[in-house]
């Protein structure tokens, strides 16, 4: 039997603390609740969800470097890496698989050195400040993506 199409959903440094601290900010979700829905998600149409949350800079390169040619796509919560951080930047473009970068909250109505993103130039789509929902927003394009089943162009 053919293994199910994956779509890797990775997380940046301190999104495992998502529900527990700054919930006026990140809301009461967790990580796991988000993995949930995320794997509900895709199920239906056949996918697997390979979902990540690291901490480090180096194991975020290297998920992507070990996801590069097997992933459909990327669903990409780089946190704080996002803004800083040149090597994710140069992971990302080796990606040929469309990848979707997603922010919990309105990084534009944030501080500044949030308005700036390494990941967003190589990105096909940037879901911001819709909370977790945001996660299944990008799922899904990625599998109407990968399905062609829906006008996807932008
Ligand atoms: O809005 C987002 O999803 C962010 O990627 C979250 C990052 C932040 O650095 C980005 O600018 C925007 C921070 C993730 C930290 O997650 C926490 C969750 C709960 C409590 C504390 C931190």
């Known amino acids: 039997m053919n293994a199910r199409p994956t779509i890797a959903v990775l997380n940046g440094p301190n999104l495992a603390l998502l529900g527990r601290r700054e919930p006026h900010l990140y809301g009461t979700a967790t990580l796991a609740d988000i993995e949930r829905s995320c794997r509900r998600t895709a199920d239906g149409p056949g996918f697997d969800i390979d979902f990540?949350?690291?901490?480090?800079?180096?194991?975020?390169?290297?998920?992507?470097?070990?996801?590069?040619?097997?992933?459909v796509g990327f669903v990409i919560n780089a946190a704080a890496y996002t803004h800083t951080s040149v090597a994710l930047h140069d992971a990302l473009a080796t990606v040929t698989a469309p990848i979707v970068e997603v922010h919990l909250t309105n990084v534009h109505a944030r501080e500044a050195f949030r308005h700036r993103s390494f990941?967003?130039?190589v990105a096909k789509a940037v879901i911001a400040?819709?909370?977790?929902e945001g996660y299944t927003f990008a799922v899904r394009h990625l599998i109407a993506l990968a399905?062609?089943?829906?006008?996807t162009a932008p």
């Open 52 to 71: 990540r949350q690291t901490n480090h800079e180096g194991t975020l390169v290297d998920q992507i470097h070990e996801l590069r040619d097997s992933a």
């Open 119 to 121: 990941v967003a130039p």
């Open 129 to 132: 400040g819709c909370g977790p």
């Open 147 to 151: 399905t062609d089943t829906e006008e």
